[in-house]
Structures are given as C-alpha cells and as structure tokens.
C-alpha cells in the first residue's frame, strides 16, 4: 500500500461550513505557519496539545494532525474541535513518526512550518516568537527554542533541556547531539521539502534531520522555554534504549565518513558514550580516557582537512568533550585523569567549551547577551 493510498484528508468536526468553504470555491488563503503534529493513540494527551496551539497569540496559522493509525480515540477526540484552521489527516496505518512528519510536511501551505509532538504543549508566544525571529533573519533556515518538562499529569517539573544558541555552535555540534528540540522547532517549509525526514528511522528521524539541515544552512535557539515536554511511559523512545543507540550509531557513521576519518565500530560506541556519560552513569577508565583523547583529537585533524564543521567551535565541543570525559573518571583515576587533561593538546579549547556548557545554564539574560544574531 502506497503512502497515498493510506492517507486521507477529513473535514472538521462541523462539516465543509466549517473548513470556511467560500462561495466561489476557491481555496482559502495560505496562512504564514503550519504546524504539523504527529499522533499515534494519544487520546489522553493531544486535546492538550490541540489547545495549546490554539491558544497563541500569533493567530495566523493552519494545524496540520496526522493520525498514524491511531487504534485509540485520538481521531475522534480531534473531529470535536470546530476551528476552520484545523485540519486531519490520517494513515490507514501506523506508518511511524517519520512519515506522519513528511506527510505534514507535503500538505503544509504556510511559509513556515512548526512541528510540536502529540504530547508537549507549546506556550502562548511561540509562534509569535519563531515567526518574528525568521522574519527578521532571513538567512535563517530553521529556529528552536529551549524545553522543560512535566509529568504525564501535566504538573511541571524543575528540568530545563537548553540547547546551543548561536549556528555556529549547533553546526559544531551535530556529530554528538541534535542542534534543535525538534517538538520546538520552526523551519522554511521549503526547506524541508527538500530534506524530509529519513523513513528508515523510526527513533533518530529528527536528529539525523536536522544534521542534515545544520550542513547546509544557520540554524539557531531563542534562550528561552517555548514549549513543554511531557515525561510519561508511552513516550516513543520510553525503554528502547538499545534501538536508539543502533540507530545513532549509523547516523555517526554517514558524518564520519563525510569527514573521511577511519572507525571501528568498537569507536562509535565509545563515540556515542562521550554524549551520555552521565544519563548512563558511566565512569571512564583509563583505557577509555586513551581512547577519547586520541579520537578527539583525530576529529579535530580530520576537520581540519575536510573543513566540515565550523572552527573554532569544533574544537571547543571537542574540548568539552574531554573534559567531561576526565570529569567523569571513575573515582580510583581521578588524579591520574586530572594530569592527563592539563597535559592534553585538546586542553585550550576545553576551557571554551566548558564555558559555553556553563553559559547554558545561566540565567536565561545572561545566556541571551552571549550571542546575538544581526539583525
């Protein structure tokens, strides 16, 4: 069954006087955001998402749901809504999260295109935000926002997730970690048409996305929280730890070889620990701080040929890296670990990275006056 087949467009709940279908039947005027939510069985959460969107202050937007063959109520929880801007597509099937996203992407009218997962909320200004942002800097591909958290009863809880701010950071650090919250993420929706997400990644879509994008154009972060991210048992990646972990694993392997660097594949999984350390608890060894110094520094010469990624702050992510990697020593090295790192040629650029991490977790004015777009 071809994707066509299996997707079919409804009407709102309240029929075609709904859609604000005219007279003369032509087609309505474009708006300037679309913004594309994915759900599959998300009856307890997407009414909350639904009225989040809703609820913005910048109005002029259409909202595109894909139902990816919800077996639950979540196509009939969004037929009850009345709103003209609404508009549901659903899957005969679950296709997963990757194609529900490009089907968005195919259908959207808006100039800009805005995707917030089925169970986040976005905050009154986003759109207002990311839409006056892209407007003033248009050599600006795609925008995203910082995130925090709430329970799967939707009580807030105290974690921010910050991401890099300037393009030149995110850019640097896209063979470790997404440069953008894709549930707050903004883009050129001719933009993405012509990068889609890659269907063959049903955990990872949005990561291997958005290195592609952050190859070719600027990308940025406003410094502060415009969405809100729900933690509960059903969320995708929720206990697929080893599934994530083989897919990044191939998404490293597609920018190591565009470096032209020689791995193993002992290297990416060692390559991925250097972004996890902490959420798996891992302690490195000495062996293991052997292994990191000379990778990183191998990434660093490799660039330096191949010109991939944006210096000085490859280096400085390279740098962090290192000290992180010493930081985390199990406790038996860490002495030993500290020697290593004043030693280390990957030493100067580590201050510069530890500084941009502290940076991030400033208070939020702090963080804005570190980096500043032209206007």
Known sequence: MTLAAATTTLPSATGPGARGARPDDAPPPAPKVTVVIPAYDREKYIGAAIDSILAQSFADFELVIVDDGSTDGTREIVRAYADPRIRLIYHARNLGVAAARNEGIRQA????????????????????????????????????????????????????????????????????????????SMARTEILRRFLHDERYSIGEDFHLWARV???HKMANLPRVLVRCRSHAQRTTYGKTEEIRAQRLTIYEAQLDA?????????LKRHYLLR???????RPDPAYLDWAERWLCA????????????????????????????????????WRALTRFLRSPLRPWAWAGIWKDLVLIAPRPFARRTWRPAP
């Open 259 to 267: 470096l032209g660097i020689a791995y193993t594949q002992e290297d």
């Open 214 to 216: 952050a190859a070719a």
């Open 276 to 282: 996890r350390m902490h959420k798996m608890d891992f």
């Open 109 to 184: 009218r808006g100039e800009y295109l805005a995707f917030l997962d089925s169970d986040d909320i976005a905050f009154p200004d986003r759109l207002a935000r990311q839409v006056a942002f892209l407007d003033r800097h248009l050599d600006y591909a795609a925008l995203g926002a910082w995130v925090d958290w709430m329970d799967a009863g939707g009580h807030p809880l105290a974690r921010v997730k910050r991401k890099a701010i300037s393009p030149e950071d995110i850019a640097a650090r896209r063979l470790f970690r997404a440069g953008i919250e894709n549930t707050a």
């Open 299 to 334: 990434l660093r010469d490799a660039n330096q040929h191949a010109k991939l990624y944006p210096e000085p702050a490859f280096s400085h992510v390279l740098g962090g890296f290192w000290a992180k990697a010493c930081g985390h020593a199990r406790r038996q090295s860490r």
